[in-house]
């Protein structure tokens, strides 16, 4: 049965997750194709971000468990009897490994109960599609801008989204219902704006209302604030692997 697209509506109010711990190279594996789905994450990582989000949202926190991946010094088995890949995140379902971020939210919520998260609208569908696609053009852009004329050229990749969000009536991209689409962008979006201002004091919505709106609209939503990281890891971590300090 199809569910009918989401309605932004605040989600009810709910405990607040108790996250596990990170499994790391002296860990046990839990018991793989138990019938357990099992997304494997990193707390840090904004394309686990992602499906975290899609799963808080449609509300399966009971139904796909979250196993924590230490990144800086992962167990051998993950690559081993998991995900050959050795990247988070992936998702264990029905005997079998799923990975890449953009195609593991689309499974999500293809295959799970919950708010459906892409619109019936073949139009909105294929503007959805020219976003997703687009999500590797807009990291590398503003990542390349760091050693670069940051504003000026970081300022591009913002500009399409602040022109994105204008094509349809409302705060996200495909207009009053939030989607697929804005959960594949906050988590980088979220960690530039920290970066940026931070190291560059580049304001990314200065002069991009739109942008400014939907970054205020998606911090309304719990499933997505639960997940937000520290801005402190942010900056030291762009810091170390962009600039090498």
Same mark, same amino acid.
């Given at each position: ?94 005997? *079998?490994?799923? !990975?890449?971020?953009? +195609? ?7 295959? =799970? %109960? &919950? /708010?459906?998260? #892409? ?32 504003? *000026?050229?970081? !300022?591009?990749?913002? +500009? ?7 094509? =349809? %009536? &409302? /705060?996200?991209? #495909? ?71």
């Amino acid at each position: 049965m199809q569910l009918h697209f989401s309605n932004h509506l605040k989600m009810p109010a709910s405990v607040k997750e108790v996250l596990p711990p990170s499994l790391d190279s002296t860990s046990q594996p839990p018991p793989l194709f138990d019938g357990t789905t099992r997304l494997y994450t990193n707390y840090q990582c904004p394309f686990a971000q992602r499906v975290w989000i899609t799963r808080n949202y449609k509300g399966l926190q009971d139904k796909i468990k979250l196993v924590p991946i230490d990144l800086a010094n992962r167990p051998t088995w993950y690559k081993e009897k998991v995900y050959p890949e050795n990247k988070v995140p992936s998702l264990e379902h029905d005997n *079998k490994i799923i !990975g890449e971020s953009l +195609d593991l939210v689309k499974y999500v919520d293809a295959h =799970f %109960e &919950g /708010p459906a998260l #892409l619109p019936d609208d073949p139009a909105k569908r294929e503007f959805a599609e020219d976003l997703l696609t687009y999500t590797s053009t807009f990291n590398g852009t503003v990542y390349s801008s760091f050693k670069g004329d940051t504003a *000026k050229e970081a !300022g591009v990749a913002f +500009d399409y989204l602040e022109s994105a969000l204008q094509k =349809f %009536e &409302g /705060p996200f991209f #495909l207009g009053q219902q939030v989607s697929l689409v804005d959960f594949a962008y906050i988590p980088f979006v979220e960690r530039l704006q920290i970066f940026l201002q931070e190291v560059y004091k580049y304001d990314i919505t200065s002069g991009r209302p739109k942008l400014a709106t939907w970054i205020e609209e998606l911090n309304k939503i719990d499933a997505y604030v639960e997940t937000k990281c520290d801005p402190e890891h942010v900056v030291q971590m762009y810091k170390k692997r962009f600039l090498g300090e």
